[in-house]
C-alpha cells in the first residue's frame, strides 16, 4: 500500500499515471483498489482517512488534466462505491462476479442507491468463470440489459442462431439505452422469493416519454431465480406507468425463433397475450396485472410497453 497522505508518493503515483494518459491513446482507465487499509498509517498514526481523501485529490487533478478519460471505480465487489467516489468517477464495477443469478442479486440491492448507468452490468460467456455455472444468452443478456452494457466474452466463436441473436440484442441495447440511462427504475412487489419484476419508465416530457404517443414507455424483465413453489405464476402488476394511458405490452426478448425462447418457459403454451402483445390501461395494468408465463429457473423475458 502506497502512502498517498506523503506527498511524494502522491506525486509519483499522479506523475506516473499522468504520463501514460499523456503519452497514449487511452480513454478509459479503471482502479482497482484491492488492498485493505486495516493498520494503514502515516507517521505514527493511522491514516486511513487521510489516505481516502489523498485518493480523491488523485482522482481530482487526473479528470483536471485528463477531461475525456473515463474512470471506473472497482474493489472486492464495489467496495469503494461510497459518494465521495462517485463524484469523481465515470461508473462502478459492481462484482468480479459476472454469472448472471449472481449478478441478479447484486444489481437489484446496488440499484436500490445507484442509478442503472453508473453500474457495469457485461454480457459473459456461457459458463461463468467464478461458479462454472451454464446460461441461456437471453438470461446473461437480459441481466446486463439494465446497466453500463458491455460484453465480457470472446464472441470470436460464437456462430450461427446465436450469433444473430446476440446482434438482436445489442441492438436493442442501443435502441432504449436512452430510456435506461434518463427513465426512473421501478422494482415490483411479487409473490415468493423466486420471482423479480424489475424495470425502467420514461419520465414524462422527455423523447422517450409517456406522454409522446407511440414511443417506448418503458422495458421490465421478468425474471426467475429458482424454481417457485406455487404451480402458476398468476397476475403479476406492473407499478410506475400513468394510470390514465393505455399501453401496448409485448414480450420482445427472446422471441419467437431465438435459439433460447424454448428453453425460457416451463409451459408448453404460455398465456395467450404473449403471441401478439395486448393493449391494457396504466390503472388496470397496476392493479390488476398480467397473467405471466412461468419461466424456467435462471430464466429471464423482457417486455416493452409502448404509449398509445
Excluded at 111 to 126: M, Q, S, W
Aim: charged share 20%; hydrophobic share 40%.
Amino acid at each position: 500500500m502506497i502512502d498517498l497522505v506523503n506527498p511524494e508518493a502522491w506525486q509519483y503515483i499522479f506523475n506516473r499515471v499522468d504520463a501514460l494518459l499523456r503519452e497514449n491513446n487511452i480513454s478509459y482507465l479503471k482502479w482497482d483498489q484491492n488492498r485493505d487499509q486495516l493498520e494503514h498509517g502515516h507517521a505514527g498514526r493511522s491514516s486511513v482517512h487521510e489516505q481516502t481523501l489523498a485518493a480523491y485529490r488523485l482522482f481530482d487533478e487526473l479528470k483536471r488534466s485528463h477531461p475525456g478519460v473515463e474512470i471506473e471505480s472497482c474493489s472486492s465487489g464495489g467496495a469503494r462505491v461510497d459518494l465521495g467516489i462517485l463524484e469523481r468517477t465515470d461508473r462502478i464495477w459492481a462484482s468480479d462476479c459476472n454469472d448472471a443469478l449472481e449478478r441478479q442479486t447484486i444489481q437489484r440491492w446496488t440499484g436500490l442507491v445507484v442509478p442503472p448507468e453508473l453500474v457495469g452490468g457485461h454480457v459473459g460467456p456461457t459458463t461463468s468463470h467464478t461458479t462454472a455455472r451454464t446460461h441461456d444468452l437471453s438470461f446473461r443478456a437480459i441481466t446486463a440489459l439494465f446497466g453500463h452494457f458491455g460484453m465480457e466474452w470472446d464472441v470470436r466463436g460464437v456462430q450461427g442462431a446465436e450469433r444473430e441473436e446476440l446482434k438482436r440484442f445489442i441492438a436493442l441495447y442501443k435502441e432504449h439505452r436512452g430510456l435506461i440511462h434518463s427513465g426512473r427504475m421501478v422494482r415490483a412487489d411479487v409473490p415468493g422469493d423466486s420471482l423479480m419484476l424489475h424495470g425502467v419508465v420514461a419520465p414524462s416530457g422527455v423523447s422517450q416519454g409517456t406522454d409522446l404517443p407511440g414511443t417506448t414507455a418503458a422495458l421490465f424483465a421478468l425474471v426467475s431465480t429458482g424454481t417457485a413453489f406455487a404451480e402458476q405464476t398468476g397476475r403479476i402488476t406492473i407499478p410506475g406507468l400513468e394510470p390514465e394511458r393505455d399501453y401496448r405490452v409485448e414480450a420482445i426478448f427472446p422471441a419467437p425463433g431465438d435459439s433460447d425462447y424454448a428453453h425460457t418457459f416451463t409451459q408448453v403454451q404460455p398465456p395467450a397475450w404473449l403471441a401478439d402483445g395486448a393493449v391494457a390501461g396504466g390503472r388496470f395494468l397496476a392493479e390488476v396485472g398480467l397473467p405471466m408465463p412461468i419461466l424456467n429457473p435462471e430464466h429471464a423475458l423482457v417486455l416493452r410497453f409502448t404509449a398509445l
